[in-house]
Structures are given as C-alpha cells and as structure tokens.
C-alpha cells in the first residue's frame, strides 16, 4: 500500500487523521479514537512513502529543519494538512484530512449567532481550543458565509493553506507561507496595502504577529484567527503574557476595543457516531472590555456564566443541551465539562 491509497482509505473510513511511524502500523483516527490500518512499516518503506509526495523545494526545507509543514491535494478535491518530523532520529508523519467541501454553520448545528458575527464589520474573533478540536472546520465556515452573502475582500494568511474558498460573491486571495510569501510578519504588516475587508491569520504565533493581527483589527478590518487555548479567559491571559510588563497596558486596551468574540470549542463524540461540537462564547460587552482593560480576566468565566442574554454560552450549557438531545449521557457531560458540577445544577432548571 502507498501513501495515496493510505490517505484515500482515511478517507473512505471516515477518519479525521492518519498518523504513521516507523516500526507502528498506520493508524487513522475516527470520532477521536486511534484503530490499526495496515502491517507495520518499516523505518525505509516510511521514508520512501513520505517522500513520494514531495516537491525538491520541499525535501529541502525538511532536511534543513528536520520539521515541515504543507498541503496536498488528491485528484478527488481533498486536501491533507500534513506535518513531518522526527521521533527518536527517526521520521515520522501526521495527516489531518480537510473535506473539498466546507460545511455550513447549519451543517455544523452552530449556534445562530455565529452568523450574527460574520456580520460586524470591524474587530477580531478568535477561535480557540487543543488540536483536533475543530476550529478550523468553525473558522472555514464562517469565512464560507461572508463569502457566501457578502461581496468583501477576503485575504487570508495560512501555514500551510487549508481549506479551498471557491468563488461566490467575494474575492478570496489565500497566501501560503513558502509558496506566495517567504516572511510572515511582512505579509501581515503588507495586507493593510491590499484593501481588504476581512483577514484570516492562521495562528498567532509570537508577540509581533498578535500585534499586527491587534493593529489590523483597529484599523477597520474584521480578523479572524486561531490560538492554541483552553478558554476565553486564558486566551485574554495568553495574549497579554506573551508582551514584556511595559506593553500589557497598551495590548489590554487594543485587546478591550477591538475583541469582538472568542469561541473556544471541544469535540464530543456523540450516541450513533461521529463528534459535535460544544462551545464556550464570549461576546464583547462593556462589562468584558472593562475587565480585559482592569486585568480582571479570571472575572470573565463568571460573566460568561451570567451573560446569556447577550449571546454569550458555556461550556456547559453546550454540553446540557446535548444531553437533552439525547446525545449524549450526563456522564460524558460532566467528563468533558471544566465544572462537572455545574453540568448537574444546569440539568436542574427548567
């Protein structure tokens, strides 16, 4: 078996991810869990494998740096985020399959005020949660429903590029990193210059990236992107921490006037199959923008809780109204709750 009829299987199995490593059988990941594929690979066959799909350029880069990240697409239309790198002096692979179609937020049984977010016309949503927690299927959704209803410029600065956008209504321009840029922060700073209505920035990755995204959002432009946080409240604390002392107070305030929502997501595998996504929203209100200015984030949980007449949702009233779906058991509501207990208070009321 090769590699392209490894990723057609995952494919074909419904599976999320394909994992190999030498001397391991391949392994495919469906609704959150790892199952066998094939015979064990060898250290040479894996190598061999991995390379076949591999531009020089490519090669290249991974000997150098031992680390690569890059898409590839079938025939079929689906593409693989893939990642290599190496384990013990040894390599090894991870794929993560991205449908060639992109999922509406109906599809995805999203909350209706998703939509009413992709309508601002300026400020900064983040979606926030572990790898594998869906953000961005979430993301390419709601950048599909400006494209969809809206004529917007929409530029987009992907490492490597995901999800396909196909022409509607807006112009869509995705820029790779290594393929239509070879400098990050230049491509950030460069994309004010190329009048754009909405900005997608893949992942915030250090203190220069947070404060163009931060600065491109004051300017005007609604900006969507991704950190790899727990909540909404660790977000805020993620952002100002990574800031020496002397800047907290100047990226409190541009955090406090520009944050419009963070929806921080989870997975949960669900009765019959397959995985639903459960959600904690903040929305920004006087009272959050307030808190993010003060530095009372560890406040924001408590009013996210009291807040659900703005829009705003826990965790686990998400994962209540699955269990009153009959989807899934109070058990595994309260596994993946962060207050089992509230899980219980909630069932309570009316």
């Not at 020089?56 to 740096?65: D, G």
């Not at 179609?101 to 009413?116: A, G, N, Q, Y």
């Not at 007449?309 to 009959?326: C, H, N, P, Q, Y």
């Not at 989807?327 to 993946?336: L, R, T």
Request: overall charge negative; charged content about 25%.
């Amino acid at each position: 078996m090769n590699l392209i009829d490894l990723l057609k299987t995952t494919i074909e199995k419904n599976a999320s991810d394909l994992h190999l490593i030498a001397e391991y059988e391949a392994y495919i990941r469906i609704d959150g869990q790892l199952e066998p594929l094939t015979k064990i690979l060898s250290s040479d066959e894996l190598v061999e494998m991995c390379m076949s799909i591999l531009t020089p350029e490519q090669k290249e880069r991974f000997f150098e740096s031992k680390d690569l990240d890059f898409a590839y697409s079938l025939e079929s239309g689906d593409r693989f985020r893939i990642n290599y790198f190496y384990s013990k002096n040894t390599l090894s692979a991870a794929f993560r399959h991205l449908p060639n179609t992109i999922k509406s937020l109906d599809e995805l049984m999203l909350p209706p005020i998703f939509k009413e977010i992709t309508k601002v016309q300026q400020g900064f949503v983040l979606l926030v949660g572990p790898t594998g927690s869906g953000k961005s299927t979430t993301l390419a959704a709601m950048i599909q429903e400006i494209n969809t209803r809206d004529k917007r410029n929409i530029i987009t600065l992907e490492d490597p590029i995901e999800y396909i956008y196909p022409k509607v209504t807006s112009i869509v321009r995705q820029r790779e990193l290594y393929q239509d840029t070879y400098d990050w922060d230049m491509a950030m700073r460069a994309m004010l210059r190329e009048d754009p209505n909405v900005v997608l920035i893949g992942e915030m990755r250090d203190a220069s990236t947070i404060k163009s995204a931060l600065k491109i959002a004051e300017t005007g432009h609604l900006t969507f992107s991704t950190l790899h946080t727990n909540s909404a409240s660790e977000t805020v604390q993620r952002i100002v921490n990574t800031f020496p002392a002397t800047e907290q107070g100047e990226i409190r305030a541009m955090l406090a006037q520009t944050i419009t929502a963070v929806i921080s997501q989870r997975l949960v595998p669900v009765f019959g199959g397959g995985r639903r996504a459960v959600i904690e929203l903040m929305i920004q209100t006087p009272a959050i923008a307030s808190l993010i200015r003060e530095g009372k984030e560890f406040q924001i949980d408590n009013t996210i809780r009291t807040s659900g007449d703005f829009g705003m949702i826990t965790i686990e009233k998400s994962l209540v109204e699955l269990i009153r779906a009959g989807q899934i058991s109070v058990e595994d509501g309260q596994k993946y709750a962060r207050d089992p207990g509230e899980i219980i208070r909630l069932m309570k009321t009316i």
